[in-house]
C-alpha cells in the first residue's frame, strides 16, 4: 500500500445499521475500543497532572504517555486504515461505521495531543523550573551558553547532519517514522527561488542537551539556530520541527518455506518505509509549509496535529532518571522472603506452592534463583522455557546458556514476533542456538505468549521430578521492577504433567486433548472462561449465591463480555479491575447494573491477569492466574495459558489483592456506562483514598524489618 492510498472509502453503508445479533441482548452493548484505549492514556495523563504525585514521577508520566500515543497510532490506527483501505469491517462488534471510529479516535487523540502538550509546557516546566531544573528554549540561554552550544554544535552535531533541499533534482526525502525534523524555508537571492529543506535531528544524540547540572535545551533549538552554517550564502525564512508516525505492523509470510528468523530479518528493514499515519507540527509552523508537508506524505489531514513544542516528550524520561530522591517515589527494595535463602529452592518447591508478586516479591531471589539453580545443579537434566520478552543483559538467558553448556537440554520457545521487541529476541534466539540450546519459534499464526518453564530434576531417590513457574509477566528483570505480576512456583504432579505436555505441543506439534490445571488459548481459554461464568448465573438462577471478579489488562472480546451481560442478568456480582481497554459497559439497568469497572495507574504498571469464580467463602470457588487478557488476539491468535490456584492461603492472598483494588476506599478510576472514567482519590473529607500499591509496599517493609 503506497502513502497516496491512505484514503477513506467513499461509503460505508446506511448509517446507524445493527449487526444481525441473536443474543437478545442490546445492539449498543459494547463500548468503541479505540476510544477506551485513549481513555487508559487519558488516566495516564490524569497522573502527570496530579500534583501529590512527585514531580519527576510525573515527568515520567508525560513520557509515558508520549510514548503510548506512538504505539498507538503505529499499530491501532494504522490497523484502522488498513481495514477501510481493504475493504474490511472494524475488528469487533459494534454499530459505529468504520468512518466513524476513525474519526472519533483522531478527534479525540488531538484533544489529548493538544492538553498533553499545555500539560508541561504550562504546569510541569514550570515547576521543574521552581526546583532548579530547567529545560530551556533558545531565546532563553544567556549570551555565554549560546556560545557554548555554538562550540558544541560544530564539534558534536554539525558533522553528523545532512540538509536535503527538495528541487526539481532532489525529490521530496523520505522521512522515517518517529525522527525528529526541522521543516526549512530558504531564499536564493541569486535566483530569487524560495525553497525547501529538510534536516533530521540525529537520533543517537541526547533528546536535551545539557548546559549545565540541571539545565537543558531541545537539541532541534540548536540546530535551528545555526542553520546558517547548514546553508550557506541563503536566507533561512522560517523553520519549524516537524514528526511524522508510521505504520509498524510487521507482516510475515509464515506459509512460504522460508526459514522465520530470516524473514522476520527482512521484514524489519521493509518497516521502515510503511505509509504515515500521523503527522506532528509546531504550532508557529506557516500554512504553506504544512500543506507541503501534507501533500507529501500523503496524510489525512485530521491526522495533522499542531502543538506548542518542543515536540516528541517521550525524551523526558532522561529527565524523570534525575537523582533527586525527594522528587522521586521513596526508594524501596522488594522482599526475598517468599523463597527461603538457607534451603535449596528446589527443597522449598517440593514442600508447597510458591506464590510470588512482583514488584513486591524480588524477582531475582525467586524466578532468576530458580533457572541459575536449575543450571547449577547437577541432578538438573532439563530446562524449557517460554521467552516473549527479555532485557539487554539477561541473567535468565545467560543461566540458560549456562545450562547447555553444561550437558543439560535446553529448549527454548522464542518469540521472534513480540511487537517492538523483534531485533531483540532474534540476536537472544541466536545467541542460544550457538550456545547449543534447541530454540523453537512457536507455531504458524501464532504468538506464543505464555509464560512457563519446566525443570526436569532427578531426586536422590533416583525418580524423576518436574518444577515449574507459571507467571503472568515477562522473564525480564528490568520491568519485573516496575510491573505487578504473579507468579507460581510449584512441584505439583498434575502441573507438571500439563506443562509437559503444552512444551511437547509447542515443540512437536502433539495434540492434547485436555489439561488439568491448565486452560489453554487458543483451544480452551475462552470456552473456560465462558462455562466458569455460566456457571456462576445457574448458581444464581437455583438460589445460591455466585460471584466473578477479574483482574485483567483489557477486556474486548465480545462473546466473554456477552456471558458477564448474562451473569449479571441472573443477579451474579461482577467486579472488573481493567487497567487499559474496557468494551463492557457497566451499570446499564437491566443489563449490567451488577457490574463494576475500576481501574488502578501509578508507580507500578497493573500488569497480572487473576480470574477468580465463586464467593469468597465457597469451596468450589476458582482462582486461575496467567497470561491471557480478554482480547480477540489473546484468546484466538496466541498461545496463552491460565493455571488454577489451588492452595487455601494463595486464594485468600489473591482474592484480599482483588479486594483491594475494588474497595470505594481505594484511589481508583471508575468507568461508567458510557465509557468516560472518573477518578476517585480523595474522601468525602479531602482525604487521600488509600493507594493499593504503597499499601503492598509497606506491608512488604514491614516483614523485611520483622525479618
Known amino acids: 500500500m503506497g502513502v497516496s492510498q491512505v484514503s477513506l472509502p467513499a461509503s460505508e453503508g446506511p448509517e446507524g445499521a445493527e449487526p444481525d445479533d441473536e443474543s437478545g441482548l442490546p445492539a449498543e452493548r459494547y463500548l468503541d475500543r479505540e476510544e477506551s484505549w485513549l481513555r487508559f492514556n487519558e488516566r495516564v495523563l490524569e497522573l502527570a497532572e496530579d ?26 490506527v494504522a490497523g484502522l486504515l488498513r481495514r477501510m483501505v481493504a ?23 488531538g484533544e489529548l495531543t493538544v492538553r498533553h502538550a499545555r500539560a508541561f509546557s504550562e504546569r510541569i516546566n514550570p515547576e521543574l523550573a521552581e526546583q532548579g531544573i530547567e529545560l530551556l528554549r533558545w531565546k532563553e540561554l544567556s549570551g555565554e551558553e549560546r556560545d557554548t552550544l555554538a562550540d558544541l554544535f560544530k564539534q558534536r552535531i554539525y558533522p553528523v547532519l545532512t540538509p536535503l533541499v527538495v528541487d526539481p533534482a532532489h525529490p521530496f526525502p523520505f522521512i522515517s517514522g518517529l525522527s525528529l525534523n526541522l521543516a526549512v524555508m530558504i531564499a536564493d537571492h ?72 530470516q524473514a522476520m530479518e527482512r521484514e524489519l528493514v521493509r518497516r521502515r518505509f510503511e505509509p ?8 508557529t509552523m506557516s500554512d504553506g509549509v504544512l500543506d507541503r508537508l501534507v501533500t507529501e506524505l500523503g496524510i489525512d489531514k485530521r491526522a495533522v496535529y499542531r502543538v506548542s513544542g518542543p515536540l516528541d516528550l517521550s525524551g523526558l524520561s532522561a529527565i524523570a532518571d534525575l537523582n533527586i530522591g525527594e522528587l522521586r517515589y521513596p526508594a524501596f527494595v522488594p522482599s526475598s522472603r517468599a523463597v527461603p535463602e538457607e534451603t535449596s529452592i528446589f527443597t522449598s518447591i517440593a514442600e508447597r506452592d510458591i506464590l510470588v508478586q512482583h514488584p513486591y516479591d524480588s524477582f531475582a531471589a525467586s524466578v532468576e534463583r530458580l533457572i541459575e539453580e536449575a543450571a547449577e545443579d547437577p541432578r538438573v537434566l532439563a530446562i524449557k522455557q517460554t521467552l516473549y520478552r527479555t532485557s539487554g543483559q539477561s541473567p535468565i538467558v545467560d543461566a540458560l546458556i549456562d545450562a547447555a553448556e553444561a550437558g543439560k537440554q535446553v529448549v527454548v520457545v522464542v518469540e521472534i514476533k513480540a511487537r517492538f521487541d523483534e531485533r531483540a529476541n532474534i540476536a537472544w534466539a541466536r545467541k542460544l542456538e550457538e550456545a547449543g540450546c534447541h530454540v523453537v519459534y512457536g507455531f504458524v499464526g501464532l504468538k506464543t505468549h505464555c509464560k512457563m518453564a519446566l525443570i526436569v530434576r532427578e531426586e536422590p531417590d533416583g525418580t524423576l521430578r518436574r518444577y515449574c513457574h507459571l507467571g503472568t509477566g515477562n ?10 505480576d504473579f507468579g507460581l512456583l510449584t512441584a505439583d504432579p498434575a502441573v507438571g504433567e500439563d506443562v509437559t505436555a503444552l512444551f511437547n505441543h509447542l515443540t512437536g506439534y502433539s495434540r492434547t486433548g485436555s489439561y488439568r490445571r491448565l486452560l489453554v488459548a487458543p483451544d480452551s481459554l475462552r470456552t473456560g472462561i465462558v462455562s466458569r461464568i455460566d456457571r456462576q448465573a445457574d448458581r444464581q438462577r437455583a438460589g445460591r449465591r455466585g460471584g466473578i471478579m477479574f483482574k485483567t489488562n483489557a477486556l474486548v472480546d465480545e462473546v466473554v463480555i456477552d456471558a458477564l451481560y448474562r451473569a449479571s442478568q441472573a443477579g451474579v456480582r ?13 451499570g446499564i439497568p437491566g443489563l449490567s447494573d451488577n457490574i463494576r469497572v475500576r481501574s488502578v495507574l501509578g508507580r507500578f504498571l497493573e500488569h ?41 492461603g494463595h486464594q485468600r492472598r489473591l482474592r484480599r489483592v482483588l479486594h483491594l483494588g475494588m474497595d470505594d476506599r481505594t484511589s481508583s478510576w471508575w468507568q461508567d456506562a458510557d465509557g468516560h ?16 500499591q504503597e499499601t503492598l509496599v509497606r506491608e512488604r517493609r514491614v516483614r523485611s524489618a520483622d525479618d
Not at 515520567?60 to 510514548?67: E, V, Y
Request: aromatic content about 8%; proline content about 5%.
Open 51 to 76: 500534583e501529590s504525585v512527585p514531580l519527576l514521577e510525573r515527568v515520567r508520566f508525560l513520557a509515558i504517555f508520549a510514548t503510548n500515543l506512538d504505539e498507538f497510532f503505529m499499530v491501532r
Open 87 to 109: 475493504g474490511f469491517p472494524v475488528e469487533g462488534v459494534g454499530v459505529r461505521l468504520p468512518r466513524q471510529v476513525l474519526d472519533n479516535t483522531l478527534e479525540l487523540a
Open 190 to 261: 541569486k535566483t530569487d527561488a524560495t525553497v525547501f529543506a529538510r534536516v533530521k535531528v540525529p537520533p543517537l544524540l541526547p533528546r536535551f542537551l545539557a548546559l549545565s547540572q540541571n539545565r537543558y535545551v531541545p537539541i532541534e533549538d540548536v540546530i535551528a539556530a545555526h542553520l546558517t552554517d547548514l546553508f550557506g550564502g541563503v536566507e533561512v525564512i522560517e523553520q519549524h520541527a516537524f514528526r511524522v508516525t508510521r505504520i509498524r505492523d510487521l507482516e510475515v509470510d509464515e506459509d512460504i518455506t522460508e526459514n522465520l528468523l
Open 276 to 283: 504515515a499515519v500521523r503527522l506532528e507540527v509546531e504550532d
Open 475 to 484: 522473564y525480564h528483570p528490568t520491568t519485573a521492577r516496575l510491573y505487578e
Open 574 to 586: 461482577i467486579d472488573l479491575w481493567v487497567r487499559g481497554i474496557c468494551a463492557l459497559r457497566p
Open 608 to 648: 497480572s491477569r487473576v480470574y477468580a469464580f465463586g464467593p469468597d467463602d465457597d469451596e468450589d470457588a476458582q482462582l486461575w492466574i496467567g497470561s491471557a487478557d480478554i482480547m480477540h488476539r489473546n484468546l484466538d491468535r496466541r498461545v496463552e495459558l491460565l493455571v488454577q490456584v489451588t492452595d487455601t
Open 677 to 692: 472514567w472518573v477518578r476517585h482519590s480523595r474522601d468525602e473529607e479531602g482525604n487521600p483514598l488509600r493507594d493499593v
